[in-house]
T-cell receptor
Framework: DTGVTQSPTHLIKTRGQQVTLRCSPI?????VSWYQQVLGQGPQFIFQ???????GRGNFPDRFSARQFPNYSSELNVNALLLGDSALYLCASSPDLNYGYTFGSGTRLTVV | GQQVMQIPQYQHVQEGEDFTTYCNSS?????IQWYKQRPGGHPVFLIQ?????EVKKQKRLTFQFGEAKKNSSLHITATQTTDVGTYFC???????????FGAGTTVTVRA
């Protein structure tokens, strides 16, 4: 059984550009969450999706959006990139809302 | 909003010694989860505590959930070099299932 897969692993973008990050959860997991982790800090909650519906949103600007597809995979979109968006973006899946998360290896985004 | 605080931020331990890291939430939690992140890696799920006063053990690691379901601790005995990393607690709110992470305790081990 494969784990949570994220793509791409690394990305360099210019300020003002847009980026799409992708996540495939573990087979059978219905919940997918996105987190932003800045070096030296804990993961910060961005979005949670369960059964293809948005169930929660963290304190991030509207430039951040996400969706979950019928096969439970998910995309995170960030528009009008700022230097401060540089971070490790983590996707996590779980079987249901009350279970521990399995994290992917993340996408390292650098905005220059 | 919910705040999850962890102390200490850093823990420097002599190999073979014990230490404890603490986690406190500003709100009552549905459950609390602990994760370990090695340098350059991603968080890895260790355990979940659900019941008030619950205690769980994993080899040299002992996890405890407070009676009020607002605090938790992780105690590691006989620290080894393999324990190096950052340990995060994460509290799950019951009203919206939002999982909030603390800032973590980064553990280094002196051989």
């Amino acid at each position: 059984d494969t784990g949570v897969t994220q793509s791409p692993t690394h990305l360099i973008k210019t300020r003002g550009q847009q980026v799409t990050l992708r996540c495939s959860p573990i087979s059978g997991h219905k919940s997918v969450s996105w987190y932003q982790q800045v070096l030296g800090q804990g993961p910060q909650f961005i979005f949670q999706y369960y059964e293809k519906e948005e169930r929660g949103r963290g304190n991030f600007p509207d430039r951040f959006s996400a969706r979950q597809f019928p096969n439970y995979s998910s995309e995170l979109n960030v528009n009008a990139l700022l230097l401060g968006d540089s971070a490790l973006y983590l996707c996590a899946s779980s079987p249901d809302l009350n279970y521990g998360y399995t994290f992917g290896s993340g996408t390292r985004l650098t905005v220059v | 909003g919910q705040q999850v605080m962890q102390i200490p931020q850093y823990q420097h331990v002599q190999e073979g010694e014990d230490f404890t890291t603490y986690c406190n939430s500003s709100t009552t939690l549905s459950n609390i989860q602990w994760y370990k992140q090695r340098p350059g890696g991603h968080p890895v799920f260790l355990i979940q505590l659900v019941k008030s006063g619950e205690v769980k053990k994993q080899k040299r690691l002992t996890f405890q959930f407070g009676e009020a379901k607002k605090n938790s601790s992780l105690h590691i005995t006989a620290t080894q070099t393999t324990d190096v990393g950052t340990y995060f607690c994460a509290g799950l709110r019951s009203n919206d299932y939002k999982l909030s992470f603390g800032a973590g305790t980064t553990v280094t081990v002196r051989a």
